[in-house]
T-cell receptor
Framework: GAVVSQHPSRVICKSGTSVKIECRSL??????MFWYRQFPKQSLMLMAT?????????EQGVEKDKFLINHASLTLSTLTVTSAHPEDSSFYIC????????????FGSGTQLSVL | DAKTTQPPSMDCAEGRAANLPCNHS???????VYWYRQIHSQGPQYIIH???NNETNEMASLIITEDRKSSTLILPHATLRDTAVYYC????????????FGPGTRLSVLP
């Protein structure tokens, strides 16, 4: 199946710093990518929909100024957690749909963010 | 998208078939049934999907009832590496929209 690469896999940062997470579709173009967060023993929750060349669409309750999303190309979307705080510690996952594969959704391997 | 109901957890003996049920009684005619699984600390992995007919691939089989109100994912010979949370998702095949994940079924394959 299609490959979605997410980097870094794990990051530890100090409170108040910003962290950037990259999501790349390696062998297909993705006009739309999705960003989720997942707390321990809970399911994935959609944070935002990233659209290439336009502004992201955020889910209710997600602060767009805190979670900056950029989708500058058809193969790359980035999520920046600005001024991170301990409550932002979570598992962040990106995904993209491969239109060549009946639109199936493929996921990155996730990023475990720990804010000290 | 239609709501799905899955048992919170199941056990299966290694080497035996794992049958994971999903109820989707409010499914619409144009909604597909998708199955994904998530192994601990990894991103979800696509398993299989179908509309009306039963489907089989190298990973699993999907059995959809004739009225489409429920389905079963079958892992024919479960291994320890199949231990994961399995998500059943029902949705219209709209390329622009995301998948909504419920709590899923935590499958434990026991040696």
């Amino acid at each position: 199946g299609a490959v979605v690469s997410q980097h870094p896999s794990r990051v530890i940062c100090k409170s108040g710093t910003s962290v950037k997470i990259e999501c790349r579709s390696l062998d297909f173009q993705a006009t739309t990518m999705f960003w989720y967060r997942q707390f321990p023993k809970q399911s994935l929750m959609l944070m935002a929909t990233s659209n290439e060349g336009s502004k992201a669409t955020y889910e209710q309750g997600v602060e767009k100024d805190k979670f900056l999303i950029n989708h500058a190309s058809l193969t790359l979307s980035t999520l920046t957690v600005t001024s991170a705080h301990p409550e932002d510690s979570s598992f962040y996952i990106c995904s993209a749909r491969d239109l060549r594969a009946e639109g199936k959704l493929f996921f990155g391997s996730g990023t475990q963010l720990s804010v000290l | 998208d239609a709501k799905t109901t899955q048992p919170p957890s199941m056990d299966c003996a290694e080497g035996r078939a794992a049958n994971l049920p999903c109820n989707h009684s409010t499914i619409s005619g144009n909604e597909y049934v998708y199955w994904y699984r998530q192994i601990h600390s990894q991103g979800p992995q696509y398993i299989i999907h179908g509309l009306k007919n039963n489907e089989t691939n190298e990973m699993a089989s999907l059995i959809i009832t004739e009225d489409r109100k429920s389905s079963t994912l079958i892992l024919p010979h479960a291994t320890l590496r199949d231990t994961a949370v399995y998500y059943c998702i029902v949705r219209v095949d709209n390329y622009g929209q995301n998948f909504v994940f419920g709590p899923g079924t935590r499958l434990s394959v026991l040696p």
